[in-house]
DNA sequence: ATCAGAACTTGACGGCCGTCAAGAAATTCA
DNA sequence: TGAATTTCTTGACGGCCGTCAAGTTCTGAT
């Protein structure tokens, strides 16, 4: 099993010393996961806090009817499993590596351990559960209230001023992007082909998406 | 002034002796807002934390569009403002009393001491922030994925499992009714009389509900 | 009890966007 | 590199549901 770091990524124990990251390391598991395979499912018992290495992770949910709804993204560093750290509870949600991915996963009694020894891990878990929250507030609004093409314009610029560029590669493929904006890889084609036809935007190939008017994009309804 | 008491009714508290429950009541603030008045806005600092003693409040936002989405009902007991008890944030979204409403309020910093005293507190917060994130995670879901039709039939379901009866008064304004479930108070009109034609509901004067078959209301897609 | 205003219902209409299908492009893997 | 598979694009079509409007019921204040 690989020996990839995981702890010093992680905001949650950024105001611990090394020496007391080293001890969480030796606690962790390190888990490998190929392109495409599952790190969990819906019902599984949710007994670990899990923290992504390397790689990306999509979580999902299934609606009644079957249908997908992205949740998060998962990237390198961020962690996933907070939500029933001191409940027992099952997991309603699927996990997915998008790519090869390493995973460290610290278990329930583990870490509770760890927020009795330095609380200032607790503080940090809520800020990282607030932060979440507000960002899953700001997508239940927009997909309930806002038209595919302003959630996908809003999605464009949003991610162009995360990554500091106005041309990037989407880091999804449509499909998975059209689950998360609540709408089908149909759609997404034909509004980023309007946007194009609009002077918005450059689509190149490989993803790569050009911005050239921000303001417009922002003022699409 | 009034004095209602708040402390004793939140489960975040719950651990906690009568003595210490005394403490905590001594640090509040009360509050009272008439219905129909604005507890907070967008943009209004966030420093303190809100417990409903009494009465209804919408948590809601307001999209790029100007349409409302109501997030959180929050009914005696609840809590609102977590969000932020560690981090300087603005909030993000607003509140409204819908009816006469009593409410308690903690100071950050207050309420930071406490936490350091009981940590207990900090744990429970921990699993409010969790429930409520399993709860947007399924209502995004369902708006996003799920039609109209299937969304007014699960929140008929669930509020009846709810309150643990077939017949019951639907708590908000079809307009709130509404923004809750991302569609139009017409739409919601529409789908009743539509449930009533099918025979699975009963529709009876003032806004209440009779439900003759919950098979097949679930079963609606 | 009465009345004004709010909330609700119902109808007509139209547009957004989801679905199905087929062909093009891109990616993967031997 | 080349073939197989997945992903993407584009077109046609239709239905869900949002919008506008007008009438009705409900509510709450005087």
Redesign the interface.
């Known amino acids: 099993m690989a020996e990839h770091e995981c702890v010093q990524l992680v905001p949650i124990f950024s105001e611990l010393g090394s020496e007391q990251l080293d001890t969480i390391e030796s606690i962790v598991r390190h888990h490998h996961y190929p392109a495409g395979s599952t790190l969990f499912g819906a019902d599984d018992p949710l007994d670990s806090l899990m923290i992504v290495a390397n790689g990306q992770v999509k979580v999902y949910?299934?609606?009644?009817?079957g249908?997908?709804?992205l949740?998060y993204l998962l990237q390198t560093g961020d962690i996933d499993g907070?939500?029933?750290?001191?409940?027992n509870?099952r997991r309603?949600?699927f996990g997915e590596a998008l790519v090869p991915t390493d995973v460290c996963s610290i278990r329930r009694s583990d870490f509770q351990d760890l927020m009795?020894k330095y609380?200032s891990i607790?503080?940090n878990?809520?800020?990282v559960?607030?932060k979440?929250?507000?960002q899953?507030?700001?997508?239940?609004?927009?997909?309930?209230?806002?038209s595919v093409e302003?959630r996908l314009a809003?999605y464009i610029t949003e991610t162009a001023a995360a990554l500091k560029t106005d041309t990037f590669k989407l880091p999804l493929k449509k499909k998975d992007l059209a689950t998360f904006l609540?709408t089908t890889p149909e759609s997404i084609s034909r509004k980023l082909a309007l946007f194009e036809h609009q002077g918005l935007i450059t689509q190149k190939p490989g993803k790569v998406i050009e911005i050239n008017d921000v303001d417009q994009l922002l003022l699409t309804?």
Chains 1, 2 share one sequence.
């Open positions: 949910q299934l609606a009644a009817n249908r997908e709804q949740l907070e939500a029933a750290l001191f409940e509870q309603t949600s009795q609380p607790s503080i878990v809520l800020n559960f607030g979440r929250l507000s899953l507030e700001r997508q239940t609004t927009s997909t309930a209230t806002e302003a809003n609540g309804e």
